[in-house]
């Protein structure tokens, strides 16, 4: 009855939660370290961000319907500040709102034929990954970030990968990236538009985290850079404002009438938003209001500087640790640690007093199918608390787990980057060296 690619849908990042569930109900405190969400780690919206959705709280026109592409007057507010930048010119009409950007990303890829394929990063942010492969009935295609590099794009192996390929229609980056925090280097970002350019592709963007950098570093939006090459930027305000459940997010156009098959996916998108008539009005009202207040600026960059203060706490507990590969971030709020080539194996293990938990953890990593850091992830959440999200579910054949660093509790942080730290430490130590490696098996996501 299912299409082929219904088996791709996976997003562990909430998986997770369902485990942890289960190992709080048997008594343990959870550190949800699992999900990119703010409000959840204490973040507290400014009084008059507040006192902005409340008067449009006070307003009968909010609860009618919009425009299908979404408010006018947020579309021309929106318009303008690209248009600032002084890259691709926007008009209203290349702005398209979505209730919430992964709606977006799940429209992104419908329309095209499912042989159209789009190269997109890995380690993989999976609502983009997971609705590609859902488009193409078939494993994610990707281009290596690199551990090794400060997780950099591997700009060669993205321009070998697409000459190779001529199903690729389109590369995928996210800037700054889920799930590694990592920054595009301008000359990435001129080289990716190089190779879009050569081999007659567009370039999707995911911007959520576009304002969202720190101690020292700066992200440059693909309007900036995109010159002449059609492209889709995507944004949003869960991550910047943050007010994710305002479920709104939006696209932007660039160079539209480039390419006439472009141009037919825009339409084919403004079209499908036109049959769901439009998308939540009250945030795209708030938008102007919020953005365009000579506040916003400031409030934006103390975030943001909380943001790197606790990159640099978390990169002083993790850093020296042993066997693993560490980067510090500098953009999002994420970071992705990796294991060390050999550093796990089949017979680690960390100390779980609670006897129901230690069986339920047992049972899980019995499945000799379970990657070695989903081994390590599961243990972790049986004798730590922590929940964490293991890296091989993000279309990687590395293995690792990824982070937040949005708590504003800093002894909380301290308290959870140290049960971190602990359970990497006596996990190695359990049984140092390879007892016996990770078997080799064929999985789809490393298909490529
Ligand atoms: C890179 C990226 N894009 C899109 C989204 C989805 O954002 P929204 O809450 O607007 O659906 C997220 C959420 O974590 C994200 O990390």
């Not at 551990?147 to 070998?160: A, G, K, Q, V």
């Not at 989903?374 to 964490?388: E, I, N, W």
């Not at 787990?401 to 909380?412: G, H, K, P, Q």
Request: charged share 25%; hydrophobic share 35%; proline share 6%.
């Amino acid at each position: 009855m299912l299409r082929e690619g219904a088996k791709e849908l996976n997003y562990e990042i909430r998986g997770i939660v369902k485990k942890a569930e289960k190992v709080e109900a048997l008594g343990q405190k959870i550190y949800w370290e699992n999900i990119g969400d703010p409000i959840e780690k204490n973040c507290q919206l400014p009084e008059w961000i507040k006192d902005i959705i409340a008067g449009l709280v006070k307003e009968n026109y909010t609860y009618g319907y919009c425009h299908s592409k979404g408010v006018l007057k947020t579309r021309k507010f929106l318009a303008a500040r690209n248009n600032a930048l002084n890259g691709a010119q926007i008009t209203p009409e290349d702005i398209l709102f979505f209730n919430g950007l992964g709606d977006a990303i799940g429209k992104v890829y419908q329309y095209l034929v499912p042989t159209a394929r789009i190269i997109g990063p890995s380690p993989a942010y999976s609502t983009h990954s997971s609705a590609e492969a859902a488009h193409a009935n078939t494993y994610p295609i990707t281009y290596n970030l690199d551990p090794d590099n400060f997780w950099y794009p591997d700009i060669d192996d993205l321009y070998l990968k697409v000459k190779y390929n001529p199903n690729i229609v389109g590369i995928l980056i996210i800037n700054p990236d889920n799930p590694t925090g990592m920054v595009y280097p301008l000359e990435s970002l001129k080289r990716i538009v190089e190779i879009a350019r050569e081999f007659k592709l567009f370039i999707v963007a995911d911007e959520i985290y576009i304002n969202v950098t720190y101690n020292g570093a700066v992200a440059h939006p693909l309007a900036e850079i995109i010159e002449d090459v059609p492209g889709i930027s995507l944004k949003g305000i869960s991550k910047e404002l943050p007010w994710p459940g305002s479920r709104c997010g939006w696209m932007e156009f660039y160079n539209r009438h480039a390419d006439p098959e472009f141009d037919r996916l825009c339409s084919a998108l403004e079209n499908a938003k036109m049959i769901e008539v439009c998308s939540t009005k009250l945030p795209q009202l708030a938008i102007p209001q919020i953005l365009g207040d000579p506040r916003y600026k400031p409030y934006r960059e103390e975030s943001n500087r909380r943001i790197g203060h606790r990159s640099k706490i978390i990169t002083e507990i993790l850093k020296p640790v042993p066997h693993i590969k560490f980067n510090e971030t500098h953009g999002a709020f994420y970071n992705t640690i990796i294991f060390e080539e050999g550093a796990l194996n089949n017979r680690q293990k960390l100390e779980i007093r609670n006897a129901a938990i230690r069986e339920l953890v047992e049972e899980w990593v019995s499945d000799e199918n379970c990657p070695f850091d989903k081994r390590f992830v599961y243990y972790m959440l049986g004798a730590k608390g922590v929940c964490v999200v293991p890296i091989s579910s993000f279309c990687s054949k590395l293995k690792g787990f990824r982070v937040t660093l949005l708590e504003e509790n800093e002894d909380m942080l301290v308290e959870t980057f140290t049960r971190i730290r602990d359970a990497l430490i006596e996990y190695f130590e359990s049984t140092p060296g390879t007892a016996q490696p990770e078997k080799a098996r064929f999985s789809g996501q490393l298909a490529n």
